[in-house]
C-alpha cells in the first residue's frame, strides 16, 4: 500500500514537473460557447492524463479564453474545472459530458492547438402560472419530487430535505440526494443539515417568550445588564435587546477588532438597518446573565419544550455525528460542524419536519401572546433592498400577501430557507447542503409552490 502511494505521488510529481522540460510539447488552446450571448469564460479548466485519471493538471483561462502549457508526449482529455460558470449573477450550466476533447502528442510534435466548445444545458422550466400548494392533490407529491429531483440535478445540488405546510400542517415532507457526494450516503427523513442564520428566529421567539414574563425590556439599554467590553464606542449605550432583534445596533456582522481587541459601530443604533450576527451573540450573554442560565436550558426550555420539538441541536452531540449532512462547496464535501459552544446566529442543526414544526408555531400564534406576536411580527427596520424586519423575522410582500421567515448559509456550503404567507397558510422549509442551494430555497421553490411563474426571471 505505501510502496503504491510512493509511487502515486513520485509520478505526479514527475508528470508535472515534466510539463516544462524543452523537449515537451506546447499546447495552446481556445474556450468557445455553444451559445453567442455568453461573455466571459470559466477562469480555468483541466487537462487529465488518460494513463491515470489522478494526474491533472489545472490551466488559468484568460478574459479572451485562451490558454496554454507543456506537456510531455502521451494522451490526454481537457474538460471543465466545474460544471456551472458565473457570468454576473446569472449562472451558466455546462454539460460536463458533453464539453471534453480528446488529444495526443506525439514524440515530435511541437505545437498542439486546441479549441474545447462548452455546451450548455438549458435550464429546466416546471414552474406553472399557479403555485401547485393551491389545489394539491394525491398527485401533487410526485410533482413536487420530479421538480425537486430536475433542478437538483441542473444546479448541483447533492442533498436537500423539504416540508411543504398548508392549512396548519405539514402536507408533503421528501429527502433528496446524498448526504455526502464522495460517500453517495442517501439524505432520509432524519437527516440533519445546519440551518445557519435561521437559528437567528428560534433564537428571537425564547427572548420573547422571557419579555412576556418582563424578564428582560426590549428597549433597556444592554449595558445596564452586562457592559460589553469589546466596544470602544460610547454610543454602544443605547443599543437595546428591539435593536438586536431588528439588526439596528450599529455592530458589524462579525467586526474586525483593533490591536487593544475592540471594535467601533457602524452608525448610531436605532438609526437604520445593519446585519449583526454578533450583535445576537451580546444580547445571548446578557440574556444568559440575567437568567443566570446556560443559553442550552433557555432554548430547550422556551422553545424545545413548549412547542415539543424534536430533531434540533445547537451544539455538537452523538446525534449530529451520526445523522449529519456535509456540506458542500464545488461539489467537495466539507466535515460536519461540531462546535461545544451553542452560537444563537448560526449553530442550529435540524431537519426540515423540526423546523416546520416551528414555523407552524410561529403561523398559528402558539407559545406567545397574541399582543408578543403582534410586537414580534411589527416592521422594526428596512434593509435597502426593501425586505423588512420584525424582531428577529424576515418580512416580505408578494403578490400573495405578506410573507414571514428567515434564510440561512454557512461557510461550510449550507443554504435553507423558512417561510409562510400570513394570508393563504401556505409555507415551506428548505434545507439543501450546497452553496447552489440558495437557487432552489428562493425564488424557485418559492415561485414552483406557491406564486408561479409570473416572477419568472
Not at 48 to 72: C, Y
Not at 117 to 145: A, M, Q, V, Y
Not at 277 to 303: F, H, M, N, Q, R
Not at 421 to 450: C, H, K, R, W
Request: aromatic share 12%.
Amino acid at each position: 500500500m505505501r510502496k503504491t502511494i510512493l509511487f502515486t505521488v513520485l509520478f505526479s510529481c514527475c508528470f508535472l514537473c515534466y510539463c516544462h522540460v524543452k523537449d515537451s510539447t506546447l499546447i495552446k488552446g481556445k474556450l468557445k460557447w455553444d451559445r453567442e450571448n455568453i461573455l466571459d469564460f470559466p477562469p480555468t479548466v483541466k487537462i487529465i492524463n488518460a494513463r491515470n485519471s489522478m494526474f491533472t493538471k489545472e490551466l488559468i483561462v484568460d478574459s479572451l479564453g485562451q490558454f496554454s502549457t507543456r506537456l510531455p508526449k502521451g494522451k490526454y482529455s481537457i474538460v471543465p474545472s466545474k460544471s456551472y460558470h458565473w457570468q454576473g449573477e446569472e449562472i451558466i450550466r455546462i454539460n460536463a459530458q458533453k464539453s471534453s476533447k480528446k488529444f495526443v502528442i506525439k514524440k515530435h510534435d511541437s505545437k498542439v492547438s486546441l479549441i474545447l466548445k462548452l455546451k450548455t444545458l438549458k435550464e429546466p422550466h416546471l414552474i406553472g402560472s399557479r403555485g401547485i400548494l393551491f389545489n394539491f392533490n394525491n398527485k401533487s407529491g410526485k410533482h413536487i419530487d420530479s421538480f425537486m429531483e430536475t433542478y437538483m440535478d441542473y444546479y448541483q445540488v447533492p442533498g436537500a430535505s423539504l416540508a411543504v405546510i398548508k392549512n396548519s400542517e405539514i402536507i408533503f415532507k421528501n429527502s433528496y440526494g446524498v448526504k455526502n457526494a464522495k460517500t453517495n450516503e442517501t439524505v432520509n427523513q432524519g437527516t440533519l443539515f445546519e440551518a445557519g442564520s435561521i437559528t437567528k428566529i428560534v433564537f428571537a421567539f425564547a427572548v420573547m417568550r422571557l419579555y412576556e414574563r418582563e424578564e428582560i425590556d426590549l428597549d433597556r439599554p444592554l449595558y445596564q445588564y452586562l457592559p460589553h467590553t469589546e466596544i470602544n464606542d460610547d454610543r454602544y449605550e443605547l443599543i437595546t435587546a428591539r435593536h438586536v432583534l431588528s439588526h439596528q445596533t450599529g455592530i458589524s456582522n462579525w467586526p474586525k477588532k483593533d490591536s487593544n481587541g475592540q471594535f467601533k459601530l457602524n452608525f448610531t443604533p436605532g438609526t437604520k438597518y445593519g446585519y449583526s450576527g454578533k450583535a445576537y451573540e451580546y444580547l445571548k450573554e446578557v440574556i444568559e446573565s440575567i437568567t443566570s442560565k446556560t443559553i442550552d436550558d433557555i432554548l430547550k426550555e422556551e422553545v424545545l419544550a413548549p412547542l415539543r420539538i424534536k430533531n434540533m441541536y445547537f451544539k455538537e452531540n452523538e446525534h449530529i455525528k451520526k445523522h449529519g449532512a456535509n456540506g458542500h462547496k464545488n461539489n467537495i464535501p466539507s466535515d460536519i460542524f461540531l462546535t461545544n459552544r451553542t452560537m444563537v446566529s448560526y449553530t442550529m442543526q435540524t431537519t426540515s419536519e423540526s423546523l416546520a414544526k416551528f414555523a407552524l408555531a410561529l403561523y398559528n400564534r402558539k407559545g406567545l401572546k397574541k399582543t408578543t406576536y403582534e410586537e414580534m411580527f411589527k416592521i422594526h427596520s428596512t434593509r435597502t433592498d426593501g425586505t423588512k424586519w420584525g424582531l428577529g423575522v424576515r418580512i416580505q410582500d408578494s403578490k400573495d400577501g405578506i410573507t414571514y421567515g428567515h434564510s440561512g448559509s454557512t461557510n461550510r456550503g449550507f443554504i435553507s430557507n423558512l417561510i409562510f404567507y400570513d394570508a393563504s397558510g401556505l409555507g415551506y422549509v428548505i434545507l439543501t447542503n450546497s452553496q447552489m442551494g440558495g437557487f432552489l430555497s428562493l425564488p424557485l421553490l418559492n415561485e414552483y409552490l406557491i406564486l408561479g411563474k409570473t416572477n419568472y426571471r
